[in-house]
């Protein structure tokens, strides 16, 4: 199973750019990366996910180095309801079965005013 | 409406009962799953099912039990409760072609 490492909290400032970066120094070459937001008292929410380079939606951006070992979730001027713990994982469907995936404990993000 | 949906959404039961926790989506996703997220943590993949009557185990299974008769529907069942199964509990459905699972609104489950 893929492992993910990622700082326990960071704190911003609204308006600042907010990088988060997600080691994976195992991931399989099957295995996609994917972000997910969470709020208190709510499911986990879909944020971005990608295989390799660079995938822009209109809430963030995800940066894959070509090794794909590490990710970096960016978040373009936060606001204070960009507060939320943010998981990265890794895995996906594999040929024959389900490569498990795995939340761990997430980044938890303060915007402050 | 479409989506997914939990029910009960709190529930407080004592221990040595059996409790069922349901989990409906509309969406026919093949892949559906149960995590457990304790407070202060991320989540815990309890079990998974690939599809109708295709079930596997997930991080942490020991205490629960799931079923899938249908596609739609995806209960848990805690055979006998525990206090240390106090917990909230999430049901998700994967969208296959693109990896992203959808969450339903958790149930707070509290076992005295």
């Known amino acids: 199973l893929a492992k993910t490492t990622q700082p326990i909290s960071m704190d911003s400032y609204e308006g600042q750019e907010v990088n988060i970066t997600c080691s994976h120094n195992?991931?399989?070459?099957?295995?996609?990366i994917t972000w997910y937001q969470q709020f208190p008292s709510q499911g986990p929410r879909f944020i971005i996910q990608?295989?390799?380079t660079k995938v822009t939606n209109e809430v963030a951006s995800l940066f894959i180095p070509a090794d794909r070992k590490s990710s970096t979730l960016s978040l373009p001027r936060v606001s204070l309801s960009d507060t939320a713990v943010y998981y990265c994982?890794?895995?996906?469907?594999?040929?024959?079965?389900?490569?498990?995936?795995?939340f761990g404990a997430g980044t938890r993000l303060a915007v402050h005013p | 409406d479409a989506g997914i949906t939990q029910s009960p959404r709190y529930k407080i039961t004592e221990t040595g009962r059996q409790v069922t926790l349901m989990c409906h989506q509309t969406?026919?996703?093949?892949?559906m799953f149960w995590y457990r997220q304790d407070l202060g943590h991320g989540l815990r993949l309890i079990y998974y099912?690939?599809?109708?009557?295709?079930?596997d185990k997930g991080e942490v299974p020991d205490g629960y039990v799931v079923s899938r008769s249908k596609t739609e529907n995806f209960p848990l069942t805690l055979e006998s409760a525990t206090r240390s199964q106090t917990s909230v509990y999430f049901c998700?459905?994967?969208?296959?072609?693109?990896?992203?699972?959808?969450f339903g609104p958790g149930t707070r489950l509290t076992v005295t």
């Open positions: 994982l890794v895995g996906g469907i594999v040929p024959g079965g389900y490569n498990k995936l795995i």
């Open positions: 195992n991931i399989a070459t099957n295995d996609y």
């Open positions: 990608g295989y390799k």
């Open positions: 969406w026919s996703h093949s892949y």
């Open positions: 099912s690939a599809a109708a009557d295709i079930t």
């Open positions: 998700a459905s994967l969208a296959r072609i693109s990896y992203e699972q959808y």
